[in-house]
């Protein structure tokens, strides 16, 4: 649990990290083929269409916030960038990344309103059987807590070298916090 978090973000380099990185890359996706295969079952199985009404202009300021809340990840653009091979190709995988994920989010949600019509719920598995919602759940969550040591790597670079004289923090040390908290 909390140890976890609190000692593999101390690992000097990210590819060490990349396990943990790929763990949570695959139980978002699980996460997300689930709530897309439900909300495809819902749409599917729902004989008189849901009822849908056009969104208004108030909503707006809403959707924005949902919108800057989902590419909260800004501060892993410049580690990301300082560890290319390649600079020049920075620019051209974040704008390819960015409308990839953008289409991944537009699709998320249009299949969960045409599912669902005004009965969506803010939250999405809310929408489903509670089984099937408890599956997302932990998937999503563990996905999270994967990701939160990538997300710190560039804290604990700052904070490396006042810990290394604290606690004497040393390659072997590292090994052990990277055993002990998977």
């Known amino acids: 649990g909390l140890p976890g978090l609190a000692l593999l973000p101390q690992i000097r380099h ?3 990290l990349a396990y943990s990185s790929l763990v949570a890359d695959v139980c978002n996706l699980v996460g997300l083929l689930t709530i897309f295969s ?3 079952k819902a749409l599917a199985s729902s004989s008189p ?13 809403y959707f924005a916030g949902v919108a800057i809340y989902c590419f909260e990840g800004v501060g892993m653009i410049l580690p990301i ?5 390649d600079r020049k190709k920075f620019v051209p995988v974040l704008l390819g990344t960015i409308a990839s994920v953008t289409s991944i989010y537009i699709l998320f949600g249009v299949l969960g309103y045409l ?4 009965e969506t719920q803010e ?6 059987h509670s089984e099937v919602a408890n599956f997302v759940k932990v998937s999503l969550c563990l996905a999270l807590y994967c990701t939160y040591p990538l997300m710190l790597h560039p804290w604990a670079l700052r904070t490396r070298p006042s810990l290394e004289v604290c606690f004497f ?4 040390m590292e090994t052990f916090m990277f055993l002990i908290s998977i």
């Open 49 to 61: 269409a849901p009822e849908r009404r056009e969104a208004s202009i108030s909503l707006l300021p």
């Open 169 to 172: 923090v040393s390659d072997r």
């Open 14 to 16: 990210p590819k060490h």
């Open 81 to 85: 960038e300082n560890s290319m091979q």
């Open 38 to 40: 439900q909300d495809a």
């Open 115 to 118: 599912a669902f019509g005004d």
């Open 123 to 128: 939250i999405v598995t809310l929408n489903m």
